[in-house]
């Protein structure tokens, strides 16, 4: 179970990649999501940030980081000092992962499992080939295990700015020069914290020190 098959070889810009992956069958998870849901962002972008997978809203739209967790992203950025417009958002999986239940068949978000993140893992190889980003940015548990291996932990790490260890999961596969990377909590997390003032501060605090590296 791979999307290897679906990636066109020798592409050379994300336009060309984005189409391409809307024909993948790479995993099951294409069977009930919408839609494919690529990256987005400045093809110059000196920071990518990779998120888990897309949500309800991203499924529906075809968008990554549109929804509620999108609005507290975009916020996070702006109070770092970044800038939203020359950054470039993802995810690892690229297929929105659901059950429904209750009244209507409301879509509840489901975490994607190892097989499914290792089998979408060629697109985000894809991606960084062709933006060779300075600073990748981890939103997340699993976004952080999808590029640092499955015994990475976030909570021991956040906010550090690392180089691309040696000891990633199957690191040869991405480009990892000149590119650092920090791990940060999914903007998620922070409309399901108790106190979300203080889980929000966390992220732009996160954020902040990508900023100053740049």
Not at 2 to 10: D, E, L, S, Y
Not at 45 to 63: H, K, M, T, W
Not at 125 to 154: M, Q
Request: net charge neutral; aromatic share 6%; proline share 8%.
């Amino acid at each position: 179970m791979t999307a290897a098959p679906f990636v066109p070889p020798g592409v050379t810009d994300l336009d060309q990649l984005r189409e391409a992956s809307k024909a993948c069958h790479g995993c099951e998870l294409y069977r009930n999501a919408s839609q494919t849901v690529f990256g987005a962002g400045s093809p110059d972008a000196r920071v990518v940030l990779v998120g888990e997978q897309p949500g309800d809203i991203e499924d529906r739209r075809g968008a990554p980081f549109v929804g509620p967790a999108g609005k507290v992203l975009d916020r996070a950025i702006a109070e770092a000092g970044l800038d939203r417009s020359q950054m470039y958002v993802t995810n690892a999986v690229k297929h929105f992962k659901f059950k429904q239940s209750g009244p209507g068949k409301r879509r509840i978000h489901q975490t994607p499992d190892r097989l499914e993140i290792v089998a979408c893992r060629p697109w985000l190889v894809a991606e960084f080939a062709l933006l060779k980003p300075e600073v990748i940015v981890a939103l997340g548990a699993t976004a952080a295990k999808a590029l640092l291996g499955p015994d990475f932990r976030v909570t021991r790490s956040r906010g550090v700015l690392m180089p691309w260890p040696d000891s990633a999961d199957d690191p040869a596969d991405f480009p990892k020069d000149p590119a650092s990377i920090l791990a940060t909590i999914h903007p998620s997390a922070v409309l399901r914290a108790d106190n979300r003032d203080e889980a929000f501060d966390g992220l732009v605090a996160d954020l902040a020190v990508v900023a100053g590296a740049l």
